[in-house]
């Protein structure tokens, strides 16, 4: 599959533990913001969104934090599972284009 | 609903080459974006279409390269001639959106080109 770079920041969890992958956008001006996981030889696929509006948005297993402040945003998985293992990215909008961060490989250890 | 289909899942070309590259977006959605990956650049936005209309087409690095939209259910991005820095994995993506923020985006599995 593809990987997204030679040099991804990675993220080893044990199985069962929670995971934390952190993003830091560019665009003040940016008002929505989305977390995708992406496996190998796949394209990306969506977890949660949220909006500029909102700070926290929960789903099933997994948070999106945001905090406009600093420009960062954060993907909380709990319970993480060998199936989490890809690699995640954060992408923010701003007027319809979106723009992608580099990316996290996150890798679950059994 | 299918997802968005993209074909080939694979091709191998010469340079020089012309490379066509082919998405159906999902049914009912108005937004139809074509990205590229390589592991140097990340996912780059390449150029995106409302209602068939081309909006931006910035992210299209250079003339070889043109995307069209004839009807709502197709697409294609053409490369022509290729060269061996075009090799990479392309995706196709499509929202249903009518506001000033665009929806999810729903993505392809991709198109891996490789240009000899």
């Known amino acids: 599959g593809e990987s997204v770079g030679l040099h991804l920041p990675t993220l080893s969890v044990q199985e069962g533990d929670n995971s934390i992958i952190n993003c830091a956008y560019s665009?003040?001006?940016?008002?929505?913001f989305i977390w995708y996981k992406q496996e190998s030889g796949k394209g990306p696929q969506f977890i949660i969104d949220?909006?500029?509006?909102?700070d926290k948005r929960q789903g099933q297993r997994v948070t999106v934090l945001l905090n406009k402040t600093v420009k960062h945003l954060s993907l909380q998985i709990a319970a993480t599972q060998p199936g989490d293992s890809a690699v995640y990215f954060c992408?923010?909008?701003?007027?319809?284009?979106?723009?992608f961060g580099s990316g996290t490989k996150l890798n679950v250890k059994p | 609903d299918a997802g968005v289909i993209q074909s080939p899942r694979h091709e191998v070309t010469e340079m020089g080459q012309e490379v066509t590259l082919r998405c159906k977006p999902i049914?009912?959605?108005?937004?139809l974006f074509w990205y590229r990956q390589t592991m140097m650049r990340g996912l780059e936005l390449l150029i995106y279409f409302n209602n068939n209309v081309p909006i931006d087409d910035s992210g299209m690095p250079e003339d070889r390269f043109s995307a069209k939209m004839p009807n709502a259910s197709f697409s294609t991005l053409k490369i022509q001639p290729s060269e061996p820095r075009d090799s990479a994995v392309y995706f196709c993506?499509?929202?249903?959106?009518?506001?000033?923020?665009?929806?999810?985006?729903?993505f392809g599995p991709g198109t891996r080109l490789t240009v000899l």
């Open positions: 993506a499509s929202s249903f959106a009518a506001r000033r923020s665009t929806d999810t985006q729903y």
């Open positions: 049914s009912g959605h108005d937004y």
């Open positions: 665009n003040s001006a940016s008002d929505y």
């Open positions: 949220i909006r500029s509006n909102m």
């Open positions: 992408a923010e909008s701003n007027f319809n284009k979106f723009y």
